[in-house]
């Protein structure tokens, strides 16, 4: 687990209130912008979360008119000029990287506990990769999504290719893909990207946080399973998908919580659960 003070970023902030964390990208006068510390922040950051502290949803905002504006350009210029030398060498370096950069998003969804973002205007490039790791997307009616990767003369590496194809249909994901399009807010949501379209930003994060606030009053382990089934249905067939789920179950039931949902229920008060095992940090 890398050791981050959370006290110390240079691109997000954090805050952990009634078991929901929340991370907003801070960089709001460089339109949050993916310099190299947020790619190793913000990896950090989820999984300290999981692994540390209290909280059993994670909300991901930003700051400022524009969710992120994607990679920050300055990234790939010094990549030119950091990337020289003999090409398999070149080659396997720039592999790392890119494995590198999906692991920073990879985070969001290996993390036990679910992950919700809010974003508002621009969601570039990077950005789109990155909420697609996501379990669950709101937006604000400025909001607008632009796999603007093929614009620049390269394909989207990061995670976009990968995980839209479950998110939305083929046609539309290849269309974006292929010219770089905005897909704006009623869009996103008419083919399901999004969950729910917002007048504002504060609007969307009052809803947001109620949403999340719902997911964290019940059983850790409960939302846990779902998510860990979510997930690997997304890559398995349904027959494999059974299985681990009764050998999950087999091994996962959490008797103490359903006796304590019922109790709750029959006593007309807010159930009281077990946290997940998080290894203490005094956070
Ligand atoms: C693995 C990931 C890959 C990727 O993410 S590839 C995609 C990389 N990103 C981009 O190519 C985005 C390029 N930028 C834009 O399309 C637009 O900008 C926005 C939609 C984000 C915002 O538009 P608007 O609100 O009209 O602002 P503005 O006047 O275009 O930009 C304000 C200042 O921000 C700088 N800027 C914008 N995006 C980036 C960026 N990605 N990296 C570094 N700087 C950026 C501009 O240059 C400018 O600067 P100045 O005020 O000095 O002219």
């Not at 704006?184 to 809803?207: H, P, R, Y």
Request: charged residues 20%; negative net charge; aromatic residues 6%.
């Amino acid at each position: 687990m890398p050791n981050i003070d959370f006290s110390a970023l240079e691109t997000l902030s954090v805050s952990i209130e009634n078991n929901i964390a929340h991370i907003q990208l801070s960089r709001p006068e460089a339109l949050n912008s993916m310099v190299p510390a947020f790619w190793r922040e913000l990896p950090a950051v989820v999984r300290k979360i999981d692994a540390e502290s209290q909280a059993r949803v994670i909300v991901i905002s930003s700051q400022g008119k524009h969710f992120s504006a994607g990679m920050d350009l300055s990234v790939f210029t010094n990549m030119a000029k950091d990337f020289q030398g003999e090409p398999a060498r070149r080659a396997e370096r720039t592999r790392r990287l890119v494995l590198e950069l999906q692991d920073s998003f990879n985070a969001m969804e290996e993390v036990r506990i679910p992950v919700l973002v809010a974003v508002q205007g621009g969601v570039i490039g990077g950005a789109v990769d990155m909420i697609c790791a996501a379990d669950s997307r709101y937006c604000t009616e400025d909001a607008y999504f632009t796999i603007k990767e093929t614009e620049l003369g390269m394909t989207a590496d990061v995670g976009t290719l990968q995980r839209l194809p479950h998110l939305m249909p083929q046609g539309l994901i290849r269309e974006l893909a292929y010219t770089g399009r905005n897909m704006q807010s009623e869009e996103a949501k008419a083919c399901g990207f999004v969950n729910q379209v917002f007048s504002d930003q504060q609007t969307m994060l009052e809803a947001v946080m109620k949403i999340a606030a719902k997911i964290a009053m019940h059983s850790p382990m409960a939302v846990a399973g779902c998510k860990e089934m979510i997930n690997y249905t997304r890559d398995h067939n349904v027959a494999d998908s059974l299985t681990y789920m009764a050998t999950w179950q087999s091994g996962m039931f959490q008797m103490p919580d359903v006796q304590e949902a019922m109790a709750a229920g029959q006593q007309r008060r807010l159930p009281v659960y077990a946290e997940l095992h998080k290894k203490s940090s005094g956070m």
